[in-house]
Protein backbone atom coordinates (compact mmCIF):
# COMPACT_ATOMS: atom_id res chain seq x y z
CA UNK A 1 0.00 0.00 0.00
CA UNK A 2 1.40 3.48 -1.00
CA UNK A 3 2.28 6.07 1.76
CA UNK A 4 -0.03 8.61 2.49
CA UNK A 5 2.32 10.92 3.88
CA UNK A 6 6.20 11.79 3.51
CA UNK A 7 8.86 12.87 5.98
CA UNK A 8 7.43 16.34 6.59
CA UNK A 9 4.03 14.94 6.62
CA UNK A 10 2.67 16.00 3.26
CA UNK A 11 -0.20 13.72 2.05
CA UNK A 12 0.44 11.65 -0.96
CA UNK A 13 -2.33 12.92 -2.94
CA UNK A 14 -1.69 16.56 -2.34
CA UNK A 15 1.62 16.11 -3.24
CA UNK A 16 0.88 14.33 -7.00
CA UNK A 17 -2.38 17.25 -7.51
CA UNK A 18 0.42 20.18 -6.28
CA UNK A 19 2.65 18.32 -8.98
CA UNK A 20 0.04 18.01 -11.58
CA UNK A 21 -1.30 21.61 -11.26
CA UNK A 22 2.11 23.24 -11.49
CA UNK A 23 3.03 20.69 -14.79
CA UNK A 24 -0.80 21.45 -16.70
CA UNK A 25 -0.24 25.39 -16.14
CA UNK A 26 3.19 25.22 -17.10
CA UNK A 27 3.37 23.10 -20.18
CA UNK A 28 -0.83 21.85 -20.61
CA UNK A 29 -2.10 19.07 -19.83
CA UNK A 30 -1.91 17.15 -23.16
CA UNK A 31 1.83 17.72 -22.94
CA UNK A 32 2.11 16.57 -19.35
CA UNK A 33 3.01 12.57 -18.95
CA UNK A 34 1.68 10.42 -16.11
CA UNK A 35 5.60 9.90 -15.16
CA UNK A 36 6.48 13.74 -15.19
CA UNK A 37 3.81 14.09 -12.65
CA UNK A 38 4.96 10.85 -10.19
CA UNK A 39 8.55 12.20 -10.59
CA UNK A 40 7.63 15.68 -9.60
CA UNK A 41 5.68 14.29 -6.79
CA UNK A 42 8.48 12.19 -5.65
CA UNK A 43 6.46 8.74 -5.99
CA UNK A 44 5.33 6.28 -7.81
CA UNK A 45 3.26 5.62 -10.79
CA UNK A 46 1.54 2.75 -7.95
CA UNK A 47 0.91 5.59 -5.72
CA UNK A 48 -0.92 7.78 -8.43
CA UNK A 49 -2.91 4.89 -9.96
CA UNK A 50 -4.01 4.34 -6.04
CA UNK A 51 -5.17 7.46 -5.20
CA UNK A 52 -6.54 8.77 -8.63
CA UNK A 53 -7.30 6.45 -11.65
CA UNK A 54 -5.83 8.58 -14.37
CA UNK A 55 -4.52 11.55 -15.54
CA UNK A 56 -8.35 12.75 -16.36
CA UNK A 57 -9.07 11.81 -12.49
CA UNK A 58 -6.17 14.45 -11.60
CA UNK A 59 -7.49 17.09 -14.00
CA UNK A 60 -11.10 17.11 -12.46
CA UNK A 61 -9.99 17.04 -9.17
CA UNK A 62 -7.68 19.91 -10.16
CA UNK A 63 -10.98 22.29 -10.78
CA UNK A 64 -13.15 20.31 -7.41
CA UNK A 65 -10.93 20.94 -4.99
CA UNK A 66 -11.24 25.04 -5.77
CA UNK A 67 -15.36 24.45 -6.50
CA UNK A 68 -15.89 22.78 -3.03
CA UNK A 69 -14.23 25.44 -1.63
CA UNK A 70 -16.08 27.96 -3.36
CA UNK A 71 -19.71 26.33 -2.55
CA UNK A 72 -18.81 25.64 0.98
CA UNK A 73 -17.91 29.40 1.38
CA UNK A 74 -21.10 30.36 -0.69
CA UNK A 75 -22.90 28.32 1.30
CA UNK A 76 -22.14 30.03 4.35
CA UNK A 77 -22.14 33.47 3.06
CA UNK A 78 -26.03 32.69 1.66
CA UNK A 79 -27.04 31.29 5.10
CA UNK A 80 -25.46 34.30 7.36
CA UNK A 81 -27.75 36.26 9.30
CA UNK A 82 -27.61 39.29 6.86
CA UNK A 83 -29.06 41.64 4.56
CA UNK A 84 -29.14 40.11 1.03
CA UNK A 85 -27.14 43.18 -0.52
CA UNK A 86 -24.55 42.18 1.99
CA UNK A 87 -24.47 38.61 1.51
CA UNK A 88 -23.77 38.89 -2.23
CA UNK A 89 -21.47 41.51 -1.73
CA UNK A 90 -19.43 39.35 0.41
CA UNK A 91 -20.24 36.14 -2.15
CA UNK A 92 -19.12 38.04 -5.23
CA UNK A 93 -16.16 39.36 -3.56
CA UNK A 94 -14.52 35.78 -2.29
CA UNK A 95 -15.69 33.87 -5.75
CA UNK A 96 -12.90 36.50 -6.87
CA UNK A 97 -10.48 36.30 -4.26
CA UNK A 98 -10.63 32.42 -4.41
CA UNK A 99 -9.95 32.14 -8.10
CA UNK A 100 -7.01 34.43 -8.04
CA UNK A 101 -5.83 32.40 -5.11
CA UNK A 102 -5.90 29.25 -7.33
CA UNK A 103 -5.38 30.63 -10.67
CA UNK A 104 -3.62 28.29 -11.94
CA UNK A 105 -6.48 25.84 -11.43
CA UNK A 106 -8.98 27.98 -13.07
CA UNK A 107 -6.49 28.66 -16.02
CA UNK A 108 -6.25 24.71 -16.18
CA UNK A 109 -9.88 24.31 -16.19
CA UNK A 110 -10.44 26.50 -18.50
CA UNK A 111 -7.86 25.66 -21.12
CA UNK A 112 -8.30 21.84 -20.50
CA UNK A 113 -11.88 21.27 -19.56
CA UNK A 114 -12.58 19.68 -22.98
CA UNK A 115 -9.89 16.99 -22.25
CA UNK A 116 -11.89 15.64 -19.45
CA UNK A 117 -14.14 12.50 -20.29
CA UNK A 118 -18.05 13.14 -20.75
CA UNK A 119 -18.93 11.66 -17.93
CA UNK A 120 -16.76 13.92 -15.90
CA UNK A 121 -17.20 16.60 -17.97
CA UNK A 122 -21.04 16.20 -17.03
CA UNK A 123 -19.80 16.03 -13.26
CA UNK A 124 -18.08 19.65 -13.40
CA UNK A 125 -20.74 21.09 -14.99
CA UNK A 126 -23.39 20.13 -12.47
CA UNK A 127 -21.07 21.07 -9.72
CA UNK A 128 -20.68 24.16 -11.69
CA UNK A 129 -24.64 24.53 -12.33
CA UNK A 130 -25.02 23.81 -8.48
CA UNK A 131 -23.05 26.81 -7.42
CA UNK A 132 -24.22 29.37 -9.89
CA UNK A 133 -27.57 28.40 -8.88
CA UNK A 134 -27.36 29.46 -5.59
CA UNK A 135 -25.48 32.48 -6.38
CA UNK A 136 -28.57 33.36 -8.69
CA UNK A 137 -31.17 32.39 -5.93
CA UNK A 138 -29.29 35.16 -3.66
CA UNK A 139 -30.03 37.69 -6.23
CA UNK A 140 -33.65 36.49 -7.44
CA UNK A 141 -33.91 37.07 -3.03
CA UNK A 142 -32.93 40.85 -3.12
CA UNK A 143 -35.07 40.96 -6.34
CA UNK A 144 -37.72 39.90 -4.43
CA UNK A 145 -37.78 41.88 -1.30
CA UNK A 146 -37.12 45.00 -3.77
CA UNK A 147 -33.28 45.48 -3.18
CA UNK A 148 -32.27 44.71 -6.03
CA UNK A 149 -33.58 45.72 -9.33
CA UNK A 150 -36.12 43.38 -11.54
CA UNK A 151 -35.09 45.40 -14.71
CA UNK A 152 -32.17 42.32 -15.44
CA UNK A 153 -32.73 38.82 -14.95
CA UNK A 154 -31.20 36.96 -12.39
CA UNK A 155 -29.57 34.91 -14.82
CA UNK A 156 -28.20 37.35 -17.26
CA UNK A 157 -26.58 39.38 -14.10
CA UNK A 158 -25.14 36.24 -12.97
CA UNK A 159 -23.33 34.64 -16.17
CA UNK A 160 -22.15 38.66 -16.15
CA UNK A 161 -20.34 38.39 -13.01
CA UNK A 162 -18.97 34.58 -13.74
CA UNK A 163 -17.78 35.76 -16.78
CA UNK A 164 -15.27 38.52 -15.37
CA UNK A 165 -14.57 35.56 -12.61
CA UNK A 166 -13.68 32.79 -15.61
CA UNK A 167 -11.41 35.43 -17.35
CA UNK A 168 -8.79 36.58 -14.56
CA UNK A 169 -6.81 34.02 -15.44
CA UNK A 170 -5.77 35.83 -18.55
CA UNK A 171 -5.09 39.07 -17.07
CA UNK A 172 -4.42 39.13 -14.04
CA UNK A 173 -0.98 38.61 -12.64
CA UNK A 174 0.20 38.43 -9.18
CA UNK A 175 3.21 40.87 -9.93
CA UNK A 176 0.52 43.81 -11.14
CA UNK A 177 -0.69 46.97 -9.57
CA UNK A 178 -4.23 45.52 -8.10
CA UNK A 179 -3.96 42.31 -4.90
CA UNK A 180 -6.87 40.36 -5.00
CA UNK A 181 -8.73 41.81 -2.61
CA UNK A 182 -8.68 45.24 -4.77
CA UNK A 183 -9.84 43.56 -7.94
CA UNK A 184 -12.56 41.39 -5.82
CA UNK A 185 -14.28 44.90 -4.35
CA UNK A 186 -13.90 46.41 -7.31
CA UNK A 187 -15.88 43.89 -9.38
CA UNK A 188 -18.69 43.29 -6.39
CA UNK A 189 -19.25 46.82 -6.68
CA UNK A 190 -19.94 46.76 -9.90
CA UNK A 191 -22.55 43.92 -9.66
CA UNK A 192 -24.35 46.02 -7.06
CA UNK A 193 -24.13 48.80 -9.33
CA UNK A 194 -25.81 46.97 -11.99
CA UNK A 195 -28.23 45.62 -9.27
CA UNK A 196 -29.49 48.71 -8.02
CA UNK A 197 -33.02 49.93 -8.46
Known amino acids: MP ?31 VQEIVEAAGVTKGALYHYFGSKDDLLHEVYARVLRLQQDRLDAFADADEPVEKRVRDAAADVVVTTIENLDDAMIFFRSMHHLSPEKNKQVRAERRRYHERFRALIEE ?34 GPLAPRQVADHLADLLLRALRP
Do not use: C, K, N
Not at 7 to 32: E, K, N, S
Not at 149 to 173: C, E, K, N, Q
Open 3 to 33: RTTDGDATPVPRRLLDAATRLFADQGYDRTS
Open 142 to 175: GQRAGVFSTATPADLIVDYHFGSVHHLSTWYRPE
